[in-house]
């Protein structure tokens, strides 16, 4: 059952990601105003009791806190720099996705004005929101992240990284970088398997539950790489963490090892340097310097 609660909220951008908080909001009884640049979108919002503003700048004008979810960076100042001297002593909750540079560039526009400005990196698609699954990252105003929480949390999990703006991104866009040369692999295993027959739905039914596993190893990793020492008894080594078998397996499918050997390269820079019977973590050195 939907909730009285006192804080007027406005949402600036209703794509799927905008209208699903804005949702979120109406639907725990929260005062919101909502505002798109394309007129209909705000339809579904008002039947479920938003209010539509005619312009962002009502919008503004009408709540203490303010949450853009545009497209990007650009549209984002391009919707709020005409309206700082409004939203000067408001807080504006910016969740649109964002380089940690261009959050941290808004965060120092937002101080300029005289705005409390919180980042926000959303680790979810629109129909998660509002389940503890979707999680949400956030850095900037520490005030406006705990006086807001509650309403933060009606999105999914919260969590806060800090006072500089830039951490949420850095995280959200960090989170995805693993996510990406995961599908990556995973689609690359596909291929390698389909001049045998074996259907991409065959093959994921066998990698979803290994790669889950593989998890497992992270903790691991990561306490090698903190504790800076590579030689640690039991890791996995380099030279047995060779690829080349699978480089010419892949090749002797007739597809392409632009995925694996990127690996394979990173393994071999670490190989080369003298380093061949020490972890397999260690390719993080050859991430962490480009060749
Ligand atoms: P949509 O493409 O569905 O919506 C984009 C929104 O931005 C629309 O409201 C659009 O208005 C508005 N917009 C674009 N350019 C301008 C502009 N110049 N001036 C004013 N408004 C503008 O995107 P989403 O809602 O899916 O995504 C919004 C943000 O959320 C993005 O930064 C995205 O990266 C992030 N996000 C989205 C996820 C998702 O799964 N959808 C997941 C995680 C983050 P109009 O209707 O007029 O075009």
């Avoid at 965060?107 to 926000?120: E, F, M, Q, S, T």
């Avoid at 680790?123 to 999680?135: D, K, L, N, Q, Y």
């Avoid at 889950?212 to 190893?217: S, V, W």
């Avoid at 800076?228 to 690829?243: I, K, M, R």
Wanted: net charge negative; with cysteine; glycine share 12%.
């Amino acid at each position: 059952m939907a909730v009285e609660n006192s804080v007027q909220v406005s949402v600036l951008g209703l794509g799927a990601m905008g209208s699903a908080l804005a949702a979120a909001l109406i639907e725990a009884g929260y005062p919101t105003t909502v505002w798109n640049r394309s007129p209909g979108k705000a339809d579904g919002l008002v039947a479920l009791g938003g209010k539509a503003a005619a312009t962002a700048g009502d919008a503004v004008r009408d709540s203490q806190v303010v949450i853009a979810c545009l497209l990007d960076d650009a549209s984002v100042h391009e919707v709020l720099d005409p309206l700082a001297g409004d939203l000067a002593g408001r807080a504006l909750i910016n969740v649109t996705t964002t380089t940690p540079a261009q959050s941290r560039q808004s965060a120092v526009w937002a101080a300029d004005a005289g705005i409390a400005y919180l980042d926000g990196g959303i680790m979810a698609v629109p129909h998660m929101i509002g389940r503890p699954e979707s999680s949400i990252l956030y850095s900037g105003s520490a005030e406006v992240f705990h006086e807001h929480r509650a309403l933060l949390d009606l999105w999914g999990t919260s969590t806060y990284f800090g006072e500089d703006a830039g951490l949420a991104s850095l995280y959200d866009l960090a989170l995805l970088s693993g996510m990406y040369v995961m599908f990556a692999g995973f689609l690359h295993g596909a291929a390698m398997v389909a001049p045998a027959g074996i259907t991409a739905t065959e093959f994921g039914k066998a990698a979803a539950p290994w790669l889950t596993a593989m998890t497992g190893g992270f903790e691991g990793y990561a306490a090698v790489i903190d504790g800076g020492d590579y030689t640690v008894e039991g890791q996995q080594s380099l030279e047995f963490s060779d690829l080349t078998h699978i480089v010419a397996a892949s090749a002797d499918q007739g597809i392409s090892t632009e995925v694996i050997g990127m690996v394979q390269q990173l393994i071999q820079r670490q190989i080369d340097a003298g380093h061949g019977k020490e972890g397999f973590a260690r390719i993080i050195e050859s991430i962490k310097q480009p060749a």
